[in-house]
């Protein structure tokens, strides 16, 4: 067996050389082999559930929670939602080739500047298994050669998927290493990965803090975060407040795991007497537990005090922050320095309140009367996302298919020199 | 004295606290802003010729090379570039605040993406004192603040200039923390300000190729380099040759230090015969060494033979290596193999040939029939850049104010909440 920098040095050049192929590949033939991958997946169904097990009784015997193991599962359901992701990919646009702009310069050249992918993708992430096919599918049809990089958690399942998502690609006349995996579980593996330079042009990683960390530490290779989810719906003195407990609750609890869930509600002082005990009553009644400021349990003592910790904590769970504010000054300072540039909500009738939150509030989304919950792609309208980045360069909030292409320039000249 | 640690950390929060400032200042604030730091390089220019005297007299000294002294001068026509640079960003359109696309969907949320500065950038360069004007002025027009580290040899100058520019932001209301010098010349300042990830977004190195290397290596922060140009022209068998001399000669001698100059050529071997002793001709009247693979010296002789360094060499000087090809595959695979994905070109009347070598060539501009050297922001009609990204993230090519910028999503609704 060759060392683990060799075994992932190889992975990167065949990465590399199938990345080549894929940028010139045909809508058609990208879109053929998703078909194809999708059917596949339905076909073998039973041999996925079979390597399934052996995570799933491995995590059994190792006594992982309940919750971690529902992640890991891949029961009909997860394999029917897999198909149907993979199908809806193919039925996205191809970004590829779009032309961005198109112009002539006083010489006569002629400048095009056209979207192209952005070459070899690494993905890193965590336990569910079906990250493997969702990512596998727009890296390729946004012309990407992707190396996939699971959790340890779920190698067989990864396994088990990733052969017949090749197969299925090498079928339809892509190469077969357009998605590789990682079958190493070692982690010497992933720090080769991060400095493999030479043959993967960005790596995207998806999990915990503690893992997210760890790449932006180690990688030398330019890194897409897909990081905390501190998110604020801010309550103004003019909101109506029917609407603002619709929406608190909507961002607390119909998805409280996720990164888009509000972990803080901020409220207006001169409406707080009367909206906080009305929200509290909601909430609880939702299982949600409330950690107040001084100014929050005056008006709601049975409230458990925040400590300083509570501020700009992603709880990823029933559990809300409030604080009370005297104006919306006070709110935006407070989602400046507690906030992680992810989502933040308003609620108010004040246009200019409205529009002073939405300009100065710095985060990849701002909603003005809107559940924190709709920073997704699919809500937005783009379709299916790799992820929803947290960083300030290249994309922000939903990656979708455009967002994992870049652009060349093409110059079409009759012989111009520069002087 | 501080720690170089707790002295770039205060520059790091002084630097976050004024982007806020400056994300939401208006243009004419800005404007005003460049133009005034203009007439204060104008009025101050003998304070800094002065300053500038001091790293010469240093420079000569320690016996650097005349065109490192070159790089260094501010004399009377570097200050007036510097000045009608900073004129230039003046004119130039806000990139803030432009609407990218708007669009409402089935629910009723109205959806814009809206340009937004990316944050904090942190330039790392060499010699040039230029590039602290250049720099400072392209980062606050995009509203971005910037922490500046120019090469120990430019610290006074870059003394004089950054104190200058900061007191010209002030008096026209922009936060003088705008801008900032590391006015520390140890090598930690800039290992500490590489992991300064609470208070910078971005780097951005310019320089030769250890120094892009060190950042690239050290930086947990997103970095766009600006990297090696190794640009081909290959001249197909359907070439005009009169202008794919014009072109070649453009190509490597009008500027032969910059990165878009060519630095291989490679000819079709049914006109090689024809082509290189008069292309050979007019390089070397212009000084320009040939090195040959065995094809282009059967063909001219007495050309220097060139080994397996010379291929991928980005050499900044008047040498050129050359290759005959058989055919138009093996230039496109050379160049993949060889290049640098900077600038590359095809000369050929041949449109199918042109066509597949725009398609097939991968580098951040392909050129038909057109000089590698238009590779510039100035050129394609952008403006000033900042220097020419060889990354495949954010931007590629030429980097000028829309690619100092990011986007938010602002999400208007009516009480929206997630199913």
């Known amino acids: 067996m060759v060392g683990t920098r060799a075994y992932v040095e190889d992975l990167g050049r065949r990465a590399r050389a199938a990345s080549a192929a894929l940028a010139t590949a045909s809508t058609e033939t990208k879109n053929a082999a998703l078909l194809e991958m999708a059917d596949a997946v339905e076909r073998e169904a039973p041999a996925l559930e079979a390597a399934n097990r052996l995570d799933l009784e491995a995590a059994e015997k190792s006594g992982v929670s309940t919750a971690m193991r529902q992640r890991l599962a891949l029961d009909k359901k997860a394999i029917a939602e897999i198909c149907d992701g993979l199908r809806q990919v193919a039925s996205l646009p191809d970004p590829v080739g779009e032309v961005l702009g198109a112009w002539e310069r006083p010489n006569g050249l002629r400048i095009s500047k056209v979207r192209v992918p952005i070459g070899v993708i690494a993905m890193i992430y965590e336990a569910r298994p079906n990250v493997t096919p969702d990512a596998a599918a727009l890296?390729?049809?946004?012309?990407?050669?992707?190396?996939?990089?699971?959790?340890?958690?779920?190698?067989?399942?990864?396994?088990?998927?990733?052969?017949?998502?090749?197969?299925?690609?090498?079928?339809?006349?892509?190469?077969?290493?357009?998605?590789?995996?990682?079958?190493?579980?070692?982690?010497?593996?992933?720090?080769?990965?991060?400095?493999?330079?030479?043959?993967?042009?960005?790596?995207?990683?998806?999990?915990?803090?503690?893992?997210?960390?760890?790449?932006?530490?180690?990688?030398?290779?330019?890194?897409?975060?897909?990081?905390?989810?501190?998110?604020?719906?801010?309550?103004?003195?003019?909101?109506?407040?029917?609407?603002?407990?619709?929406?608190?609750?909507?961002?607390?609890?119909?998805?409280?795991?996720?990164?888009?869930?509000?972990?803080?509600?901020?409220?207006?002082?001169?409406?707080?007497?009367?909206?906080?005990?009305?929200?509290?009553?909601?909430?609880?009644?939702?299982?949600?537990?409330?950690?107040?400021?001084?100014?929050?349990?005056?008006?709601?003592?049975?409230?458990?005090?925040?400590?300083?910790?509570?501020?700009?904590?992603?709880?990823?769970?029933?559990?809300?922050?409030?604080?009370?504010?005297?104006?919306?000054?006070?709110?935006?300072?407070?989602?400046?320095?507690?906030?992680?540039?992810?989502?933040?909500a308003i609620v108010a009738k004040d246009t200019g309140a409205a529009e002073r939150f939405l300009r100065e509030v710095d985060s990849s989304a701002v909603f003005w009367n809107a559940s924190t919950r709709f920073n997704d792609g699919g809500q937005f309208g783009m379709g299916a996302e790799i992820g929803i980045s947290t960083d300030r360069i290249h994309a922000r909030g939903p990656m979708a298919l455009p967002e994992l292409t870049i652009y060349k320039y093409v110059v079409r000249g009759t012989g111009q020199v520069r002087e």
């Not at 997210?212 to 998110?231: A, D, F, M, Q």
């Not at 700009?312 to 709110?331: C, F």
């Open 139 to 344: 890296c390729i049809k946004s012309g990407n050669a992707v190396i996939l990089r699971g959790g340890r958690e779920a190698l067989h399942s990864n396994i088990a998927l990733a052969r017949l998502l090749r197969n299925a690609a090498a079928a339809k006349g892509l190469p077969g290493d357009s998605l590789q995996l990682v079958e190493r579980p070692e982690h010497e593996a992933v720090n080769e990965l991060l400095t493999l330079n030479a043959y993967i042009d960005l790596v995207i990683p998806r999990g915990g803090e503690a893992l997210i960390r760890k790449v932006t530490e180690l990688s030398t290779i330019p890194v897409i975060k897909h990081y905390r989810g501190v998110c604020h719906v801010y309550v103004d003195r003019s909101a109506d407040l029917d609407m603002a407990a619709d929406i608190v609750v909507n961002a607390k609890v119909q998805k409280p795991a996720v990164c888009n869930a509000a972990e803080a509600l901020l409220v207006h002082e001169e409406i707080a007497p009367v909206f906080l005990p009305r929200i509290a009553e909601l909430l609880r009644a939702r299982g949600v537990e409330l950690r107040g400021d001084a100014g929050a349990r005056a008006i709601v003592p049975d409230m458990k005090a925040a400590t300083d910790d509570d501020w700009g904590r992603e709880y990823l769970d029933l559990i809300l922050a409030v604080r009370v504010v005297r104006n919306i000054e006070e709110a935006i300072a407070h989602i400046a320095r507690h906030g992680s540039q992810h989502s933040d």
